[in-house]
């Protein structure tokens, strides 16, 4: 916690006044009772963690070491959920599942909520939804909505969440920590989209004026020139009458 929020002053600061490092605290112990099956016990702790905090994680989601919420209020962990070592994740986030509310019985034990690998950082409000992979290292921008695997060192923004290419400065970002998963000089790849369209019309613009300003010199230069006499050569030997 105190290398990934430098508005930490020290251990003390973090144990009272914040809500990851007593969330965790409860987590870790519900999961215990989760797995070895005083499941209403562990569901009713982390009851108690989500009103004291804000962070409601379910006792049977699986958590990497060195986990950390930041400022925490309106996260959500699902009960599939699968998150790897030294994650980071910011307030309203949502680790959830798509299946229908219908024939809950046959999704119990499925696979329902998303995997995210070593190193993975979710801007705030972003939603991360279905069984999907997100790979090592990968960058969630804020409120980017992901239902398709991310592929490892990829950042995703906007909604739906597309990729976005990184240019080699912040692609060395990627290495290091990036508070909210986004470089700040980072364009949504729907204004990339636009601005390339734009580009694209600029071009066809001056493409048509430059077609026109040629049809326009031949057409001058046609009217200008002598007409061709029909008196002149074999053509008028042939013509009727003559």
Known sequence: MIARDPAVSGWFEVVVA???????RYYRFSNWLW??????????????????????????????E??????????VIGEMAEIGDDVTLYHGVTLGGVSPSVDSDQQRNVKRHPTLGHGVIVGSGAQILGPIVVGDHARVGANAVVTRN??????????????????????????????????????????????????????????????????NSNHQSSQASPPLSVETGSMAEKLPGK
């Open 35 to 64: 797995k070895r099956g005083a499941r209403v016990p562990a569901r009713w702790l982390m009851q108690m963690a989500r009103w004291g905090t804000g962070i409601e994680i379910h006792p049977g989601a699986t958590i990497g």
């Open 150 to 215: 991310v592929e490892a060192r990829t950042t995703m923004v906007g909604i739906p969440a597309k990729p976005v290419q990184l240019s080699r400065a912040e692609q060395g970002a990627i290495e290091r920590f990036v508070a909210y998963g986004t470089p700040l000089d980072l364009m949504d790849p729907n204004s990339q989209d636009s601005d390339a369209l734009r580009d694209q019309v600029a071009l066809l613009k001056a493409r048509l004026n430059a077609l026109e300003h040629a049809v």
């Open 66 to 75: 060195r986990f950390f919420i930041d400022h925490g209020m309106g996260v």
């Open 18 to 24: 914040y809500p990851s490092f007593w969330v965790m």
